[in-house]
């Protein structure tokens, strides 16, 4: 999704998993837009085409989250037509027990369903009983979901929330968004140890083969195009270029793609 995007004019109030799911639905039709977790810093360019950066869009600490659960291997027993059993079996699966009797929003992939696909990518979205900030949000990711990317607990990461546009066949699948109501409306999520909240030692590029896995995040699943491309080039220092160009152009290839990219 392009860094320069044109912002919306108007918010709507989200204060509960129903609101969330609503939103939802209302926007899926929408290929325009894309959410984020960040706030646009001067309210006064809504509207205005703002370059995708954390200073435009500085951390705002939300109660909605979204787990990116990325091509996973379905066991043999579940089935695409009951998405419901297939979102309960990934919560089970890939994320604690404070999250296992909540209501969610689900979401399938664009690849869902499409002939030659044996893996599902499926976003579970939630509400919180507190605000919780991006750090804060990555640091509980990494300690107690370590399956699930944290890509998406970033001010300014695209959440892609709409449904696939199909050329020449028609959507696999019936539905690809829906909502689950359990005995809990909002997740109340146990804090990271103190111990290992500890700020990592940061990277300085140019050392060891950082550079490679910058070129694992590329993709609009993950951390889009742009960033990871940029970032393995500086961190290629002494790499020779035809090699990186080629890594680059190979990673670009192989890389999971929105419908309508080229």
């Known amino acids: 999704f392009p860094h320069n995007f044109r912002t919306v004019e108007s918010s709507q109030p989200v204060e509960s998993i129903h609101d969330l799911h609503a939103l939802l639905a209302e926007v899926a039709p929408r290929r325009d837009l894309i959410l984020i977790r960040g706030a646009l810093a001067d309210p006064a360019k809504a509207g205005q085409f703002q370059r995708r950066t954390k200073e435009n869009f500085p951390d705002q600490p939300r109660c909605w989250v979204m787990f990116d659960i990325d091509k996973v291997s379905l ?5 695409l037509s009951a998405p419901e059993e297939i979102a309960d079996w990934l919560i089970y699966e890939h994320l604690p027990e404070p999250l296992h009797d909540v209501s969610y929003v689900w ?4 690849s869902a369903g499409q002939p030659g696909r044996d893996t599902v990518s499926a976003h579970l979205w939630f509400w919180l009983d507190q605000p919780w900030s991006s750090a804060a949000l990555r640091a509980w ?4 979901a370590p399956r699930v990317d944290p890509a998406t607990c970033s001010a300014v990461q695209p959440h892609f929330v709409a449904n696939p546009v199909f ?6 699948l019936p539905q690809r968004l829906g909502y689950v109501e359990r005995e809990a409306d909002f997740a109340i999520l146990p804090m990271v140890p103190a111990t290992v909240r500890a700020k990592p030692t940061p990277y300085h590029p140019g050392t060891g083969d950082r550079w490679q896995d910058w070129l694992k995040r590329i993709g609009d699943d993950r951390d889009g195009f742009h960033e990871p491309i940029r970032s393995a080039v500086m961190a290629a220092a002494g790499i020779e270029p035809d090699m990186l160009k080629t890594a680059i152009r190979s990673a670009i290839a192989s890389a999971e793609k929105r419908p309508g990219r080229d």
């Open 167 to 172: 050329r020449g066949f028609a959507d696999p």
């Open 107 to 110: 979401q399938l992939s664009s």
């Open 141 to 144: 990711v990494k300690h107690f």
């Open 75 to 79: 066991p043999f027993a579940f089935d």
